[in-house]
């Protein structure tokens, strides 16, 4: 089954700290991991995808993939008000298709 | 960029209507998709297509149809809509294989179904 856990937090923390979101997934098949942001009232828009195990790092964010554990989070440092948003993980399959976890409220007070 | 293009932005209809909802995406690509998003549920795939005329059921295809008579337009029809189907609609495209292809979303359709 293709199922794409997060906790659904809401998640808080104060502005420059580091934000941690993760993810497990229950089919070994998943192919590739993405990060998609969503800001209220807003259509998802892709922050990056990681498909090795290991960390890949973009300006302030980085992907970790561990896939004996099934384990996918993001980090952002230096967290901003503006990252305030819901963060969508989701699991491409090699079948073409992507299911996505129910998402983690993330919230940057100044 | 990308981009597709949702043909509603709102929509409210009575229970028991057959209700479309059109997608079009101006990239050429070979996936399309609609999920629909509620709140605490997160996004839930209905179908999705990877070819013309080719379909694949999501996790909740019940009471949903769609149509890929063109490569560009990806259609989901409600065969008789209820008051369970009032969601966000999102539409979704991406090429090629889902390993490294990213998903480009429309702007959604909120449908009201009363």
């Known amino acids: 089954q293709k199922e794409v856990e997060q906790n659904s937090g809401p998640l808080s923390v104060p502005e420059g700290a580091i934000a941690s979101l993760n993810c497990t997934y229950s089919?070994?098949?998943?192919?590739?991991f993405f990060w998609y942001r969503q800001y209220s009232g807003k259509s998802p828009e892709l922050i990056m995808f990681?498909?090795?195990?290991g960390d890949k790092e973009d300006g302030r964010f980085t992907a970790q993939l561990n896939k004996a554990s099934q384990y996918v989070s993001l980090l952002i440092r230096d967290s901003q008000p503006s990252d305030s948003a819901t963060y969508l993980c989701?699991?491409?399959?090699?079948?073409?298709?992507?299911?996505f976890g129910a998402g983690t409220r993330l919230t940057v007070k100044p | 960029d990308v981009k597709v293009t949702q043909s509603s932005t709102y929509l409210v209809k009575r229970t028991g209507e057959k209700v479309f909802l059109e997608c079009v995406q101006d990239m050429d690509h070979e996936n399309m998709f609609w999920y629909r998003q509620d709140p605490g549920l997160g996004l839930r795939l209905i179908y999705f297509?990877?070819?013309?005329?080719?379909?694949e059921k999501g996790d909740i295809p019940e009471g949903y149809s769609v149509s890929r008579e063109k490569k560009e337009r990806f259609s989901l029809i409600l065969e008789s809509a209820s008051t369970n189907q009032t969601s966000m609609y999102l539409c979704?495209?991406?090429?090629?294989?889902?390993?490294?292809?990213?998903?480009?979303f429309g702007n959604g359709t909120r449908l009201t179904v009363t």
């Open positions: 989701a699991g491409g399959y090699n079948n073409n298709d992507m299911r």
């Open positions: 089919d070994r098949g998943s192919q590739s």
């Open positions: 979704a495209s991406s090429e090629g294989s889902s390993y490294n292809s990213p998903l480009h």
């Open positions: 297509s990877y070819d013309v005329k080719m379909k």
């Open positions: 990681i498909y090795s195990n």
